[in-house]
Structure formats: structure tokens, C-alpha cells
């Protein structure tokens, strides 16, 4: 397997998901505990220092335990893990001329085991950096540049040491999976070992031993992520399962009818329906700041959960789809990790409850979520849905939450995935929904003046949400999405399309 170690990137997880995308096993953990579970794990072929938001010249920067490098494993430091490497190693770093944010040329100048099998000289990567490696250490040969820093990349082939200043692991940088496929397979020699199948029969016996002669409960919310872990779990206890939807009010307008007609009906699980829209729209009132609403959102969604709850008897345990997305984005493994924003589905229960906590999904990726689901018998309607984020349509209004406001953009995300379907152009987006503003503009209708409200679209390509493109959508599409809106929807009269990728913008508004 392939150790990453986290210095707090917001890219550490998805170092480890490309890997496993070549068939290896691979697993993220806190740069303070290398040796531990490097001197305890014989399985390790690799290691893998992920960024970090941290310089190295800051005070009491984020070092890795030494000891490391008396395993002799092959090591790949990417960003931050190339400026530490060269720092610990007697090198020196500083910061560089000119920062470099996004894509940046690379010019291969020498033949490197990285850079084996690809053709060009010059391709474009993915940088993130203001410091920069000012003079390698002893033994280190640079192996590529760009117009602003002469060592892009550099290596000590006797030592088994590599290192790049760009991101491979983003789809941003050209060949990225290539150079890491070198260094997983030539340099590393790790065998195909990562098997979903095998990894589900695994988690539903975990979950049988655990649960035994207990009850769980597990809060279903109609989309993937819960879904799959809530049959996941029926899986290996039947009955003993017990499913709660909290209709928040907050939800898609289709999220219901899927828990009923697949999840019911097709699916065989008894779900309790809980009507909890009044609670969660008196709770949110003239609440605007999106981490107040998360937290509101998340803090009501457990007291209505917990009502709910205490009705079934004997309840042990709590199942939670929580993915690695989720835990990073909520502040990752490592301890130098920036909060992007938080997810009320992350961190534990309140310690009231009392129940212990299941999550079967927590080491996976939304993709091999999917796949998993398929396994379980999951139809491609719940399965391919568009990931949604668990405060719901509350983050995607943007300001005051009032019944008004939640109908309209309620009424524009239905639009949206309509025509989207419609045009065949649903399953080719990570992404695409309706976003309703805190501003009115003036506009004519019928020979009236206007002031209403203003739609944002939403559209997105990804593989993992990490990182994301806004989508190319054929401008008829989007003609006929905004047509229907500013028709159909009482009180819209404009629509506007967001043009900006993730980084530097979130998918999510707020």
C-alpha cells in the first residue's frame, strides 16, 4: 500500500483516491504519527507528504519524524512535502520571485523515472506556492523548471527520494496520473491490491460483529451517501435497522418520493417519515451568516432526529454516510488543516445520546460510493443523482430563509434538472442546480416595470469534488432553463450562470 501523510492540503484525499483508481490500497494519515505506522505496517511500499497551507519558514512548521527515512522507503513530497524534504535535508527555501497560483508550464530538462512514458517536453501543471526551493539538498538533481522557479521537481534516485513542487493529483496538471502511476508502480513496485467487493463483504461482517444484538437507526436524506450506507447496513443486520427521513423542508423536491418509491417500495426498508418543516424555518428566521445556518441546521436536524429516536427501543448504534470529502473539507487528518466549511454530518454525536456511531463510507469517495451501491442493488436514480449538501437548499439562498424564498429556488432546481434531462446533459455534469440571491433587479414583463430576483446556475464538471471545472452547457440548454424560470417562477426576472472553477471558488455558494 501507499501511505499519504497529511500536512493539512485540501488535496490529501484525493492523492490517495487516484491511487486506488490504479488498484492500490491506499490510506491517509496525520504527518505526527509517520513512524508509528510506518514501523508498524509492513504492507507500505510508499510514502506519499502531501501540501500544506503552512510555510516552512513559519514558527514551528509541520515536520515529519525523521525516523522516516531510516526505513529506506521510497518517498514523493508534493508542494509543502518538497520545501520540508528540502529544508530537513540541508537545503534551503525561501520565498520565490513571483508566486505561482494555477496552471504554470513545466519544462522537463532531465530524464526522471517521474516523468517515464511521457512524450512532451512541456505540458501544463497544477501550482499552489510562494515558496520555493532556493538551493536543493546534497545528493538532489532537478529534473524540471518553469518560467519562475528553476527546481519545479527534483530527486535523489540513490536515496529513493522525489519531489515536486506542482499538484499530480489534481486533474488540472497534465499527465498527473502518469507521474504518479511511476511512482506507485516503477519506483514503488506496489501490486493491484484495492477491491471494492472484497471491501464490502469486509464492512458488512465489521457490521454485524458490531452491532450483534443491538438496534440501529440511521438518518436517511434520499441521496446517495445515506442510501448506500443505509442498505449497506440492512445488509448485515436486516430489521435490526431502523430509518428516519427529517423532512426539513430543506430538500430537493424529489428527494422524498425516491426514499418512498425506491427505498420503500423497492428496497423493502420500513422508513419513519418525520414532518419537521415548520421547526427548521422558525429556527432559521433572519438568519443569514452560512456557518450560523449550518450549524442551526445541524443542531435542530439532531434534536428532531433524537425525538424521533427515543420512540424505537433499544436503540445502540447510529449510522452516518460521512465520505472523505466530508472529513477533509471539515478539517482533514492532518492538524495544520484549514476549515473550508463545516459539515453537520462530521464529528462525532452529542454526547447525550449515547449511541455509537457507524460509518461504512467514511474511507471511501463519492464515486466508489456508486460503485458500491451497485453492488447492493441500488438503482442508477439514486445512485447518479447529483451530490446535495446536507443543510440543503438553506446554503443555496443566500441570505434570509423565509417560505417564499425556499419555493422559488425550489421551483428553479426543479427546472434545472428537467431540462438537464431532458437534453441528455444530466449525468455528463458532477453538478448543476439553482442558487437564489440576496439582490432584486429591474427587468420589464408585459410592458411592466419589474424588481424581482435574481437566479445564479450552477453548473460544475468534477470526478470528485475536490476540484471542479464550470461546465460547458450548450447555450439552448441554458436558454431554455432560463426561459422557464423567469416565466414560470413568481418573482424572478433574471438569471446569470457562474463562471468560475473550484479552486478558487467552492462548488456550494455558501
Not at 514501523?39 to 503552512?54: K, Q, Y
Not at 420503500?264 to 414532518?275: A, E, F, L, Q, R
Request: with cysteine; proline share 4%.
Amino acid at each position: 500500500m501507499i501511505a499519504v501523510f497529511d500536512f493539512g492540503s485540501q488535496y490529501t484525499w484525493l492523492i490517495a483516491r487516484r491511487i486506488r483508481e490504479f488498484g492500490v490500497k491506499s490510506e491517509v494519515y496525520p504527518y505526527t504519527k509517520i513512524n508509528e505506522i510506518v514501523s508498524l505496517n509492513s504492507e507500505i511500499s510508499g510514502v506519499i507528504l502531501s501540501g500544506s497551507p503552512a510555510s516552512i519558514d513559519e514558527k514551528n512548521p509541520p515536520i515529519i519524524d525523521q525516523r522516516l527515512f531510516d526505513y529506506k522507503i521510497p518517498i514523493l513530497g508534493i508542494c509543502y512535502g518538497m520545501q520540508m524534504l528540502t529544508e530537513i535535508l540541508g537545503g534551503k527555501v525561501g520565498p520565490g520571485d513571483k508566486r505561482e497560483y494555477g496552471d504554470t508550464l513545466l519544462k522537463i530538462k532531465r530524464d526522471s523515472i517521474l516523468f517515464k512514458g511521457i512524450k512532451e517536453k512541456r505540458f501544463s501543471v497544477w501550482m499552489s506556492h510562494y515558496d520555493t526551493v532556493l538551493k536543493m539538498p546534497s545528493g538532489f538533481v532537478s529534473t524540471s523548471t518553469t518560467d519562475t522557479i528553476p527546481v519545479a521537481s527534483m530527486e535523489n534516485k540513490k536515496k529513493r527520494i522525489y519531489a515536486v513542487q506542482f499538484h499530480p493529483e489534481v486533474s488540472h496538471t497534465k499527465n498527473g496520473n502518469k507521474i504518479l502511476k511511476n511512482f506507485v508502480f516503477e519506483i514503488c513496485k506496489s501490486k493491484k491490491d484495492w477491491n471494492l467487493s472484497r471491501l464490502l463483504d469486509k464492512k458488512i461482517k465489521e457490521i454485524e460483529e458490531r452491532v450483534k444484538d443491538g438496534k440501529v437507526i440511521v438518518a436517511l436524506s434520499g441521496g446517495v451517501d445515506s442510501s448506500v450506507a443505509a442498505v449497506m447496513v440492512k445488509e448485515a443486520i436486516g430489521d435490526k435497522l431502523y430509518p428516519i427521513f427529517v423532512d426539513t423542508g430543506l430538500i430537493r423536491y424529489g428527494d422524498k418520493k425516491r426514499i418512498e418509491d425506491i427505498l420503500i417500495k423497492k428496497m423493502g426498508m420500513k422508513v419513519d417519515i418525520v414532518n419537521a418543516q415548520k421547526i427548521f424555518l422558525r429556527k432559521l428566521k433572519n438568519i443569514t451568516e452560512p456557518e450560523k445556518k449550518r450549524k442551526i441546521i445541524g443542531n435542530t436536524f439532531i434534536e428532531v432526529f433524537e425525538k424521533e429516536a427515543k420512540s424505537i427501543k433499544g436503540i445502540t448504534h447510529l449510522v452516518q454516510g460521512t465520505l472523505y470529502p466530508d472529513v477533509i473539507e471539515s478539517a482533514g487528518a492532518g492538524t495544520k488543516s484549514v476549515v473550508i466549511k463545516s459539515h453537520h454530518n462530521v464529528g462525532g454525536l452529542p454526547e447525550k445520546m449515547k449511541l455509537k456511531l457507524i460509518e461504512p463510507l467514511r474511507d471511501l469517495f463519492k464515486d466508489e460510493v456508486r460503485k458500491i451501491g451497485k453492488k447492493l442493488g441500488l438503482p442508477d436514480e439514486i445512485l447518479y443523482q447529483h451530490p446535495f449538501p446536507g443543510p440543503g437548499l438553506a446554503i443555496r439562498i443566500l441570505g434570509k430563509i423565509t417560505e417564499d424564498r425556499l419555493r422559488i429556488v425550489k421551483e428553479a432546481d426543479q427546472i434545472v434538472e428537467e431540462e438537464l434531462k431532458k437534453a441528455n446533459f444530466y449525468f455528463k455534469l458532477w453538478q448543476g442546480f439553482a442558487v437564489l440571491l440576496p439582490i432584486k433587479t429591474v427587468g420589464i414583463m408585459g410592458d411592466r416595470r419589474t424588481y424581482d430576483n435574481v437566479i445564479a446556475l450552477r453548473m460544475v464538471e468534477s470526478k470528485d469534488a475536490m476540484t471542479s471545472n464550470w461546465a460547458k452547457v450548450p447555450y439552448k440548454i441554458l436558454g431554455r432553463i432560463s426561459s422557464r424560470i423567469v416565466n414560470e417562477i413568481e418573482g424572478v426576472n433574471r438569471v446569470v450562470y457562474d463562471l468560475t472553477n473550484k479552486p478558487p471558488a467552492t462548488i456550494e455558494w455558501e
